[in-house]
C-alpha cells in the first residue's frame, strides 16, 4: 500500500522558515515525480512545486518562486520542502504527492498518491 508521510510543519514567525519532509511507506521515491501542494479550507488545492522523477526538472507557482524549493534526498528515501520569508498567507496545510509519471507539473490531477498533510502556521 502506498503511504507518504509529511513531516516538520507547525508555527512560525513571519520571515521565518521551515522544512517539510516527504517520507513514503512501502516504495522508494526515487522513481516518482514528487509535487508539494496546499489547500486552505473551503478553497482548492494549488500547487506550489514539483520535480521530476530523475530531478533534472523542477516548476514553482509564482507565489512561492524564490521562497520554496524541492529537493531530493536519495539516500534517505524523502523529498523536501525548504520554506523561507514565510508569510502569514502561506499559513494552510500543506500535501506531498507523487507521480508515476517522469513529469507530474502544478496539476493536481497529475498526481496518483496523496499525504494526509502538514499543517503550518505564519503567525507573531
Known amino acids: 500500500q502506498v503511504q507518504l508521510v509529511e513531516s516538520g510543519g507547525g508555527l512560525v514567525q513571519p520571515g521565518g522558515s521551515l522544512r517539510l519532509s516527504c517520507a513514503p511507506s512501502?516504495?522508494?521515491?526515487?522513481?516518482?515525480?514528487v509535487g508539494w501542494f496546499r489547500q486552505a479550507p473551503g478553497q482548492e488545492r494549488v500547487g506550489l512545486g514539483c520535480i521530476s522523477h530523475n530531478d533534472d526538472l523542477t516548476r514553482y507557482a509564482d507565489s512561492v518562486k524564490g521562497r520554496f524549493a524541492i529537493s531530493r534526498d536519495a539516500a534517505r528515501n524523502t523529498v523536501y520542502l525548504q520554506m523561507s520569508n514565510l508569510k502569514p498567507e502561506d499559513t494552510t496545510v500543506y500535501y506531498c504527492?507523487?507521480?508515476?509519471?517522469?513529469?507530474?507539473?502544478?496539476?493536481?490531477?497529475?498526481?496518483?498518491?496523496w499525504g494526509q498533510g502538514t499543517p503550518v502556521t505564519v503567525s507573531s
Open positions: 504527492v507523487v507521480s508515476v509519471a517522469y513529469w507530474g507539473g502544478l496539476g493536481a490531477t497529475e498526481y496518483e498518491h
Open positions: 512501502g516504495f522508494t521515491l526515487e522513481y516518482y515525480a
